[in-house]
């Protein structure tokens, strides 16, 4: 996506992380439940770095992003933390965590195999106590298209955008969805950029299966926002004594 390039810039006006406060703190309880001694904290694909903008205030974050550009943006946000560039699927850190935590950048991934590069990894990376959380956007049972807009001002710039998610062949395992973006520059010069993607959706059995035969326990915790309509799964995955 040109927003994760040549557009990274516009994501705080975007996305700003003051909008992640409510879900970083519903993500934390559930965290402190299943492992209330969280020190060490490893992100896979952490984007613009704004629920580690909260995380850290609890636990060491070390935060990993396969676009360079997205990591900028987070290393502006969040300067106290490690920050690594690397594809999720199979970049070492070099060192082992108490917690793996995969926001919607799993999303990107519309194959099992790949998946599951992603979860050995995540494996790798956790000591034998350590657990792994997961936030899929969205699985089978749960997809709804819909149709988003906002965005923000910050100084003299200015960012508003349309999106649009749609399921266009349900036997398959691809959401695609179209943006929009209006830009407006401290000169106040206008620009129209258009955006697209294709994300993967896969069930809750599925992702179940997934995580068993890569040595997990998957257990689903109801999230609600209160302002995100929908219904909305996160994933704990404990390791399962004695595999790997």
Not at 12 to 32: G, N, V, W
Not at 58 to 82: G, H, I, Q, W
Not at 139 to 167: A, C, N, P, V
Not at 208 to 234: D, N, Q
Request: aromatic share 14%; hydrophobic share 35%.
């Amino acid at each position: 996506m040109k927003l994760y390039k040549e557009l990274a810039e516009w994501w705080p006006l975007m996305s700003p992380h003051t909008e992640y406060e409510e879900e970083a703190s519903i993500f934390l309880k559930i965290i402190h439940r299943y492992h209330p001694e969280v020190k060490k904290a490893l992100e896979f694909g952490s984007g613009g770095g704004s629920n580690a903008f909260y995380f850290k205030q609890y636990f060491s974050m070390t935060l990993s992003d396969v676009s360079p550009e997205m990591l900028a943006v987070s290393k502006r946000l969040n300067p106290e933390c490690e920050h690594l560039q690397g594809d999720m699927r199979e970049f070492e850190a070099g060192a082992l965590f108490d917690l793996v935590f995969i926001h919607d950048a799993i999303s990107y991934f519309t194959s099992e195999p790949d998946l599951r590069k992603v979860l050995e990894n995540a494996k790798k990376h956790l000591k034998p106590d350590g657990i792994l959380f997961i936030m899929p956007d969205q699985y089978k049972e749960t997809f709804q298209s819909i149709t988003r807009h906002g965005g923000t001002d910050q100084g003299e710039r200015s960012m508003r955008y349309l999106e649009w998610s749609y399921d266009r062949n349900p036997d398959d395992h691809i959401v695609e969805t179209e943006y929009v973006y209006v830009l407006k520059d401290e000169d106040g010069r206008v620009t129209r950029e258009y955006d697209s993607e294709k994300s993967g959706l896969f069930s809750m059995v599925e992702w179940e299966k997934l995580l068993a035969e890569t040595g997990f326990r998957a257990i689903f915790e109801r999230i609600e926002f209160s302002e995100e309509p929908g219904v909305y799964f996160g994933i704990v995955a404990e390791q399962i004594s004695g595999s790997g």
